[in-house]
Structure formats: C-alpha cells, structure tokens
T-cell receptor, first 111, second 110 residues
Framework: DVKVTQSSRYLVKRTGEKVFLECVQD?????MFWYRQDPGLGLRLIYF???????EKGDIPEGYSVSREKKERFSLILESASTNQTSMYLC??????????FGSGTRLTVV | QKEVEQNSGPLSVPEGAIASLNCTYS??????FFWYRQYSGKSPELIMS????GDKEDGRFTAQLNKASQYVSLLIRDSQPSDSATYLC??????????FGPGTSLSVIP
C-alpha cells in the first residue's frame, strides 16, 4: 500500500558530487513537496510543485533544484553537495484539500 | 510570533491516561488543520484532519478546533506505549501554504 516512494532510504555522497533524490507518487496528486528535517529545526520546505513542469521555491532553496517532467515524479537535485546538506529529506504529495502523504524519507550523509 | 506553535515537551503520561497536545496558530484565515505522528527515524504520518469548529473523533483520537481562539488540540484517550512519538500540528493558511509546528514529543510510560 505504498503511495509515495523515495528511491533511497540511506545515501552517502562526497562533497561536490551532484546528487539526485527521486520521489514517485501513485495517487494522481497535483501537489508535490520536498522538505528537509533536522533536529531542533523541524520541517523546512525546500521546493514545491503544483503541476507538471511547474516549480516554486520554498523557504530554503539555496543549493537545490528540482525537476517535475511527469505528474507522478518530483526530483530533488543537489547541484554540488556540501556537508551542511547532511539531513533527512522528505518528499510529500497532496491534493488541494487533504493533508500530505509523506514518503519514507532519505537520510543523506555528505562526507 | 511564530506561525504555528506547539509545546516542545517532552510530555510524559502514564499508560491508560489521556494525553493532551496543543497547538496555536497566527493566521486567523486558516481553514484546514492536521495532526501528524512521527516515530523516531520515520516519516510523518497523517492521523487527523479537522476543518470546522468543534470536535472530531477517530477511535482513541479526538481533534478539537476553536477558530476564534486560534487553537487546535489533539486528545489521545487510553494512551499506549505505542503512542510514544512526536506529534506535528500543521495548518493550511489563508494564502494556501501549509505550515508545520515544531512538534511535541510524547512519552507514554508503562
């Protein structure tokens, strides 16, 4: 009954690498989101998308980009990974009315 | 003033007791309110949604909304150790953005 799938549960990357985090949802939701969650800082919105090929910056977009070529897929890209991007990354999707469904998260470590 | 505020806790209750989690918000035009449960190392899971003033019950969970006071709460009856988690309050604001609170850590003591 998995509805939002994130491609990796754990990921270790080197500083300077380009990193792709993939998220796929099977609920035909228009809206998709990328958050990061750090102890003491809560959930912080990185980017979101309300439609295919549409993207909007969230609260902390610096160092990230996104791609939404298909309705069901929303990718987060770290252009040049840095150690301060070590975090738990959470993808979520929703329709216009109801709450979010989150993926299981990707714990990224940048060394 | 932060847009969504919660007591960070930790809140400790004995098994079988009622746990009461509180949340206040600043945008008076907000219309949709959500409670998420997050176990350590896991992602948030939606457990309750409430859209109108009053109470909404689902099993052992009751969400309460008071828009005049800009206050939403979650009551957990007959608390179980498996309820030990962080509970996130989320508010969909009048400008169509969902704001998450910092979360309240709940510990149910056997």
């Amino acid at each position: 009954d998995v509805k939002v799938t994130q491609s990796s549960r754990y990921l270790v990357k080197r500083t300077g690498e380009k990193v792709f985090l993939e998220c796929v949802q099977d609920m035909d939701h228009e809206n998709m989101f990328w958050y990061r969650q750090d102890p003491g800082l809560g959930l912080r919105l990185i980017y979101f998308s309300y439609d295919v090929k549409m993207k909007e910056k969230g609260d902390i977009p610096e160092g990230y980009s996104v791609s939404r070529e298909k309705k069901e897929r929303f990718s987060l890209i770290l252009e040049s990974a840095s150690t301060n991007q070590t975090s738990m990354y959470l993808c979520a999707s929703s329709d216009r009315v109801h709450g979010y469904t989150f993926g299981s998260g990707t714990r990224l470590t940048v060394v | 003033q932060k847009e969504v505020e919660q007591n960070s806790g930790p809140l400790s209750v004995p098994e079988g007791a009622i746990a009461s989690l509180n949340c206040t918000y600043s945008d008076r035009g907000s219309q949709s309110f959500f409670w998420y449960r997050q176990y350590s190392g896991k992602s948030p899971e939606l457990i309750m949604s409430i859209y109108s003033n009053g109470d909404k019950e689902d099993g052992r969970f009751t969400a309460q909304l008071n828009k005049a006071s800009q206050y939403v709460s979650l009551l957990i009856r007959d608390s179980q150790p498996s309820d030990s988690a962080t509970y996130l309050c989320a508010v969909k604001t009048s400008y169509d953005k969902v704001i998450f609170g910092p979360g309240t850590s709940l510990s149910v003591i056997p």
